[in-house]
């Protein structure tokens, strides 16, 4: 694949706190987003919600999941991975050809905390793309605390996003949207498949949360921006 | 378990990259070290070499695998997962009761890069908790550069060493030793089941390796320098 627009951005998922808080930094960075729920309503109110918010610099819309796939050229998949086959299933004709963004965390909770659930196909970025077979998938954004990404006043840019994916036109086009969302780093983090190691990392995340009261994120170390916005460039 | 000693260090494949690396940098900050290798010659070169760097505060000998364990309460197993299962049945019953440390990475490698193996256990910390269940078995040291650990020049100070364990003590007596190792910070990372994220990460830090020509590590962003000493404590 050459060439991907640099249009709008769908969120399917939109209205959870991942999903939103994406969003939010997306159309801070100039990027139209619609909103995608299962109910167009609370699509349209949570678009009104981020609007309100400070910095907005493009429009934020809502729809059904389905309409705002049809209508962008790249798709955010911002869902719980409980159900994540099923919808991504639903939506396969209207995905068909697009830039998906999988930013999906498979998993569980017990009483010993957070754990990365068992994926058939790998990982959920890896089941996306077996369900589209003609969608580009990317994996990206999988570690960017949801409460950080809605908060106004929350600098993200010592946070580094990890960015994986087989195609390299469409990593690219990731990594420079996720470059816009922290105004930080992002960095190519590799095969599509590497999404196996990446999602379920959160979970190591979640449990240091817990542990020492924070927000935490990933950032690597040995990487200077520099080197990192020359290989975006 | 209510306390571990302070005394030597014995490291399992200690005359791999890995293992001398850690080692150094242990014996750098006054711990003693027993490097254990299938061949007691072997461990008794490397740990000349190891004498001969800059900075060893602490004695560093050689021994086989089954006597550099037994001498020691503590025990880093920092071996390739191939053979892994083997190794560690061997060395049972030297291992029973000790305090082991598994630094093992299960990766494979194909034309894509590196990739996280699947481990029926879940990981190797879990699969050599299962293999001594008398051990009281701790993840840790799976991100660190082997070449800059053994780099006398290198600072490690800005890598986190995450590590994973379910005995509180045993993990407080690790999160000491990793800080030692990098004069840095530790970080409790949650359960040893965490252990099926933090090793094949590794595969992720490879891939950015080859990609920006570097030596990655981890640092986790949201915890400040303070809040996790003030654990550690």
Redesign the interface.
Same mark, same amino acid.
């Given at each position: 694949m050459s060439d991907f627009p640099t249009g709008g951005v769908a969120v399917v998922g939109g209205t959870g706190p991942q999903g939103k808080g994406l969003a939010y930094r997306l159309a801070r960075a100039g990027h139209p987003v619609v909103l995608g729920s299962r109910d167009a309503d609370r699509a349209a109110d949570a678009s009104g919600e981020l609007r309100s918010l400070p910095g907005v610099a493009a429009p934020v819309d809502g729809a059904s999941n389905e309409d705002a796939v049809r209508g962008a050229a790249t798709v955010l998949l911002a869902v719980p991975y409980q159900g994540h086959a099923e919808l991504v299933a639903s939506l396969a004709d209207a995905l068909a050809g697009k830039l998906v963004v999988s930013c999906v965390n498979p998993l569980g909770f017990d009483k010993?905390?957070?754990?990365?659930l068992s994926v058939a196909a790998g990982s959920a970025a890896e089941e996306a793309a077996g369900l589209v077979p003609s969608a580009v998938v990317v994996g990206a954004f999988h570690h960017l605390?949801a409460p950080l990404l809605l908060d106004p006043e929350a600098d993200l840019s010592?946070?580094d996003v990890?960015v994986?994916g087989d195609d390299a036109d469409a990593k690219a086009r990731v990594l420079v949207l996720a470059a816009d969302v922290t105004g930080g780093r992002a960095?190519?983090?590799?095969?599509l #498949?590497?999404a196996?190691? %990446?999602e379920? =990392?959160t979970?190591?995340?979640i449990?240091?949360?817990k542990?020492?009261k924070? #927000?935490?994120?990933?950032? %690597?170390?040995? =990487?200077t921006p520099a080197?990192?916005k020359e290989?975006v460039a």
């Open positions: 010993g905390g957070p754990y990365g605390a010592h946070e990890l994986c960095v190519d983090a590799g095969r #498949r590497l196996a190691q %990446l379920p =990392l979970a190591v995340l449990s240091v949360n542990r020492y924070t #927000r935490s994120g990933v950032a %690597l170390t040995g =990487l080197a990192v290989e």
